[in-house]
C-alpha cells in the first residue's frame, strides 16, 4: 500500500523554525516528484513547495521564498520542508503528496496520486 506521512508539526513562536518530514513506504520516492501544501482554516489549499525526482529542481510559492527550504533523501525515502522565520500567516495543516514525472510544480491537481494525511502546523506568541 503507497503511503506518505508526514510529522514535524508543532506550535512555534514567530520567527521559530521547524522540519518536516515526508516519508514514503510501499513505493520508492527516487522517481517521483514531491509537493508541500497548506490549508488554513476558511481557506483554500495553496501550493507551498515542491522538488523533483532528483532533487535538481524545485519551487516555492513567493511568500515563502527564503524561508522554507525543500529537500529530499532517497536513500530513506523521505522529503523535508525547512521552515525558518515562520509567520503567524504560516499556520496551517500542512501535507505532503508525490506524483511520478519529470520537473514538478506545486500546482495540487497535478498530485492524482498519494496524499499524506497532514501535520498542523501553529505559529503563534
Known amino acids: 500500500q503507497e503511503q506518505l506521512v508526514e510529522s514535524g508539526g508543532g506550535l512555534v513562536q514567530p520567527g521559530g523554525s521547524l522540519r518536516l518530514s515526508c516519508a514514503a513506504s510501499?513505493?520508492?520516492?527516487?522517481?517521483?516528484?514531491v509537493g508541500w501544501f497548506r490549508q488554513a482554516p476558511g481557506k483554500g489549499r495553496e501550493g507551498v513547495s515542491c522538488i523533483s525526482h532528483s532533487g535538481g529542481s524545485t519551487n516555492y510559492r513567493d511568500s515563502v521564498q527564503g524561508r522554507f527550504t525543500i529537500s529530499k533523501d532517497n536513500a530513506k525515502n523521505t522529503a523535508y520542508l525547512q521552515m525558518n522565520n515562520l509567520k503567524p500567516e504560516d499556520t496551517a495543516v500542512y501535507y505532503c503528496?508525490?506524483?511520478?514525472?519529470?520537473?514538478?510544480?506545486?500546482?495540487?491537481?497535478?498530485?492524482?496520486?498519494?496524499w499524506g494525511q497532514g501535520t498542523q502546523v501553529t505559529v503563534s506568541s
Open positions: 510501499g513505493f520508492t520516492l527516487d522517481y517521483y516528484a
Open positions: 503528496a508525490a506524483y511520478r514525472g519529470i520537473g514538478c510544480t506545486i500546482v495540487a491537481q497535478r498530485y492524482t496520486g498519494v
